[in-house]
């Protein structure tokens, strides 16, 4: 409310949050003993915040439904709720407010490998030079504080992008 007219409008608007974030790190490591070896990149972002409205957080938002944590919402008898109160095509939730804006810091596994290269010994048996299985992953867990099955590395806005997805691949690399 701008004390100087006492009415709450566009005018009272501010700034709020920082999508941009201060802190980018990540840990790229390798290692192997004997015949096993892993690699794993970890990877993150420190004090960043995140936004997302419309479909993304908004129940019956155009039409759409209800997600679990929309239960806990804003009623007489419910005044702690998490949520606020639950309407069907009204506005009051709509306006963009420091409520919908989360801690979008996380910390990722990207990528994690684990490989056994078999003994030449037993390679040569089989007329080949070189013989190696492994087992790879993409994407295996994320920490964060951001809303419940959002990507906090996503663009910011309505959630209607395609989630990031988990990767799990097996191979072998062999030379002849």
């Known amino acids: 409310m701008d004390k100087t ?18 802190y980018t790190y990540g ?17 993150g972002v420190g004090k960043a ?21 929309h239960k806990d919402h804003w009623t007489e008898d419910n005044r702690n709720a998490s949520y606020p109160r639950l ?3 009204y506005p009051n939730n709509e306006q ?9 810091s996380y910390l990722r596994l990207k990528n994690l490998q684990v490989g056994y290269t078999v003994p030449n010994r037993f390679v040569k048996k089989i007329f080949l030079d070189y013989c190696r299985i492994f087992f790879s992953a993409q994407n295996l867990f994320t920490i964060t504080g951001f809303y419940d099955g959002f990507d906090p590395e996503a663009p910011i806005g309505r959630g209607d992008f395609y989630p990031m997805m988990k990767v799990y691949s097996f191979g072998l690399n062999v030379k002849f």
């Open 87 to 89: 309407t069907f095509n």
């Open 27 to 43: 840990i790229d490591f390798y290692g192997k003993y004997k015949n096993i070896d892993l690699s794993f990149l970890l990877q």
């Open 5 to 22: 007219d006492g009415v709450i409008n566009a005018d009272d608007r501010v700034i709020m949050g920082d999508y941009m974030p201060h």
């Open 49 to 69: 915040d995140g936004y997302i409205d419309q479909q993304g957080v908004l129940a019956f938002y155009m039409g759409g439904t209800a997600q679990e944590w």
């Open 96 to 104: 963009v407010s420091s409520y919908w804006i989360r801690n979008a």
